[in-house]
């Protein structure tokens, strides 16, 4: 853990691996506070949030509830928490607004691909899987919080929108705690609360295509923002680039644009609406975002040139 004191306040930062991925936490701890709490529980109680969220939603583990649902609700029809009902009801939102762009089912045809072992399927095993790519075959009983698929072949995955969420939570707890100014961020998923103290914080987007660089840092303040890129997870074979954001029509990896950033409010929505925008590509995804006010867009095509959606350009 790294700290910088002062006399009456500290800053506190600490990264730790979670979801698959690197977990940032940052937060400005003043002397009222730190009588109530440590850094130490403070942290820790982002990372158990983190790690409650993975072992409930995580389709790699055998025993989470999200795989039980994968494993039984083709068949019945599954009780589920609260919580992941809630957080499926958001994904269909979405899936709806966004004409089935971003579509949980898109994992029946997924889970065939796997990026460490570079191995995508057949394209025959990709046309039988892809009827079963539908959101509409997610039943949804808010009576009873069951969930049933309408098609046995059926599997979700929440990747596109579980680190949203996950640190939105973390911001809520640090929120509760009395904190005034963080920054929690999982993979390419970053949530702001408040400034870094009467400065902006400044969050850079990866260059695509240079591991080490930063294609620009935005000053932000208690905002979220999310980053979808084609180089997270990937294999190169025969020249074609195969990534992990599947275009639900084709079960093919979307190949329009290389990076896609959402700033906004709210998390979970961020994470979903980067992952659609970038199946959506650079003209139905900017023309996407342009409908929904509280959301900008930053794009950088195949042609790596960047672009921004309307309310982030200046007259
Ligand atoms: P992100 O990095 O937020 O864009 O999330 C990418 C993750 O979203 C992938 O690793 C998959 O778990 C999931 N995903 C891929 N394609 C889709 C899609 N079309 N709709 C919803 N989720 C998807
Ligand atoms: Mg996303």
């Not at 399927?121 to 046309?127: C, R």
């Not at 980053?227 to 954001?245: A, C, L, M, W």
Request: hydrophobic share 35%.
């Amino acid at each position: 853990m790294f700290c910088i004191n002062t006399a009456s306040a500290q800053w506190f930062q600490n990264s730790f691996q979670v979801m698959g991925t690197q977990a940032h936490v940052e937060f400005w701890l003043d002397g009222e506070h730190s009588d109530k709490v440590s850094s130490e529980q403070l942290i820790a109680l982002v990372q158990q949030e983190m790690q409650r969220i993975d072992i409930a939603m995580s389709p790699y583990k055998p025993k989470s509830e999200l795989s039980l649902v994968n494993n039984e609700a083709g068949k019945e029809a599954v009780k589920i928490s609260h919580e992941l009902f809630t957080l499926l009801e958001e994904s269909q939102k979405i899936a709806e607004l966004s004409d089935g762009a971003f579509d949980i089912t898109y994992a029946s045809v997924g889970y065939q691909y796997d990026y460490r072992q570079k191995i995508k399927p057949e394209q025959d095993a990709i046309n039988s899987a892809l009827n079963a790519i539908n959101y509409r075959a997610v039943a949804l009983s808010s009576k009873d919080t069951t969930v049933r698929f309408t098609h046995p072949d059926v599997k979700i995955d929440l990747g596109g929108i579980a680190k949203g969420y996950a640190v939105k939570q973390s911001i809520a707890l640090l929120k509760a705690e009395g904190i005034k100014h963080a920054l929690v961020s999982a993979g390419g998923d970053t949530a702001l609360l408040g400034d870094r103290r009467g400065r902006p914080w400044y969050v850079g987007i990866k260059h695509p295509r240079a591991e080490k660089r930063t294609a620009v840092q935005l000053p932000l303040t208690n905002e979220s923002i999310s980053t979808s890129g084609d180089y997270e997870r990937y294999f190169i074979k025969d020249g074609v680039r195969y990534h992990h954001i599947i275009n639900p029509k084709t079960g093919d990896s979307a190949r329009k644009v290389v990076s896609v950033s959402i700033i906004g409010k709210d998390s979970t929505v961020v994470d979903a609406l980067s992952t659609t925008v970038f199946v959506k590509g650079l003209k139905g995804g900017m023309a996407f975002i342009d409908t929904l006010p509280d959301y900008e867009a930053i794009i950088i095509d195949n042609q790596q040139t960047m672009h921004m959606s309307k309310g982030l350009q200046q007259n």
